[in-house]
């Protein structure tokens, strides 16, 4: 453990996020466990505000997302208590209008550039290596928060799945499936909806390291200081260096077309089935296996 071990002042247990500092890592953890930490719109401002404190203070060298409780995080949220995608928040990731007023497709191609595909985007800009540390579910929107990180520590329990083509709707907002994975393996992943064990991710190259449950907090830490001991400058600009190699492989273009086909079959689902999620919910989708 290093030596500085500093919690958030003023940090409540019923916080979305939680923000801890030790040493040179920024522990970053997503605080809905209720709720297998599904991600409502607080969650994904508060986190926006996590990661930016991390970038913003000079003796952070590397951030560490995680999940508290059993799960990494089973997804967006579609219906728990908290569920507030109505309401409007301060947009930070573009410049698309306050969701909340409008109607139809303006309303939901709005908020979802702002909340999914904008905050991802910017989220995988942070100019400090980013390490998920994933346990249990880690689905659909889960999948999006572990995509943006650098380097993904999976727990032997943690499992990867992206069900929503059950909704008719291909793939999640942030669509990095091709890049994150063979694109055979990928049509598979999708098409069947089944989950990927951390095992298998480990082989197909999505998952850096898979280690027992109880050693996953301790791993991850590990990893991180052991990148924390490079240069602030020379982690940033390698960061960048990799990133930019992704996009001229398509991945910015790529995102923006299947952004397009994915609210292309909200918009079918919102004429032909009972709501622009095809009909599913929570109980549909757990009964399906997701």
């Known amino acids: 453990m290093p030596a500085a071990h500093d919690a958030s002042a003023g940090h409540s247990q019923d916080d979305p996020v939680l923000y801890e500092r030790r040493g040179p890592v920024a522990c970053v953890t997503l605080n809905r466990p209720r709720y297998r930490n599904a991600q409502n719109s607080a ?108 380097l993904i520590v999976a727990s032997e329990d943690a499992f990867f799945a992206d069900p929503v083509v059950r909704m008719g709707i291909p793939g999640v907002e942030y669509f990095a499936h091709p890049w994150v994975m063979p694109p055979r393996i990928a049509k598979e992943f999708l098409f069947t909806g089944d989950r990927m064990s951390a095992r298998r991710a480990y082989e197909v190259g999505m998952v850096n390291t898979v280690v027992e449950r109880g050693e996953l907090a301790g791993s ?62 929570i109980a549909s989708m757990k009964k399906a296996g997701a």
Request: aromatic share 8%; hydrophobic share 45%.
């Open 220 to 281: 991850t830490h590990e990893l991180a200081l052991r990148i924390a001991r490079m240069p602030r400058l020379g982690l940033a600009l390698t960061k960048r260096a990799v990133n930019q190699a992704e996009d001229l492989q398509g991945l910015h273009t790529g995102l923006d077309s299947v952004f397009g086909l994915h609210h292309l079959a909200h918009a079918h689902n919102a004429e032909t089935a009972a709501d622009p999620l095809g009909g599913m919910d």
């Open 43 to 150: 969650m994904t401002y508060a986190l926006d505000a996590a990661f930016y404190r991390a970038a913003e203070d000079s003796e952070i060298k590397v951030v560490v997302l995680a999940g508290a409780g059993e799960h990494f995080s089973a997804g967006h949220d579609i219906g728990t208590p908290g569920r507030d995608a109505h309401l409007p928040f301060e947009r930070r990731a573009g410049l698309w209008w306050d969701h909340s007023d409008k109607a139809g497709a303006e309303s939901r191609f709005a908020r979802e550039s702002e909340v999914y595909l904008g905050m991802c985007r910017r989220w995988r800009e942070l100019p400090k290596p980013v390490i998920a540390s994933v346990q249990g579910a880690c689905v659909a929107g889960g999948l999006m928060l572990a995509w943006i990180c650098d």
